[in-house]
């Protein structure tokens, strides 16, 4: 079984969630949704990414495992809010 699905399985299992659950919110027929995961075929990117959506991960997390490093664009984010913040008190 590809990786994608047994990470798909173990968030389901994590969050006592169902693939009928995920397929509606997906907007997939759950026969759909499970024909994926017995035949082992990844779905296209469109839905991939509204599994993950639903499951409340990343497309890359689905895919290799691993959460995006994104404390570069955290800290880029803080630094223009806190200038913003800056130049909003000096109004």
């Known amino acids: 079984m590809l990786d994608f699905w047994m990470r798909v399985k173990e ?3 994590a969050q006592n ?11 997939e027929r759950a026969d759909t949704f499970s024909k994926w995961i017995q035949k082992d075929r990844l779905p ?5 990414y509204k599994i993950a959506v639903a499951l409340g991960v990343s497309v890359e997390y689905l895919v290799t495992g691993e959460e995006p490093d ?3 664009k955290i800290k880029q ?6 200038k913003t913040i800056e130049t909003l008190d000096n109004i």
Do not use: P
């Open 11 to 13: 968030l389901l299992k």
């Open 17 to 27: 969630a169902t693939q009928d659950k995920i397929a509606k919110q997906i907007n």
């Open 44 to 48: 296209d990117a469109e839905q991939s």
């Open 70 to 72: 994104n404390s570069e």
């Open 77 to 82: 984010a803080k630094e223009l809010l806190y």
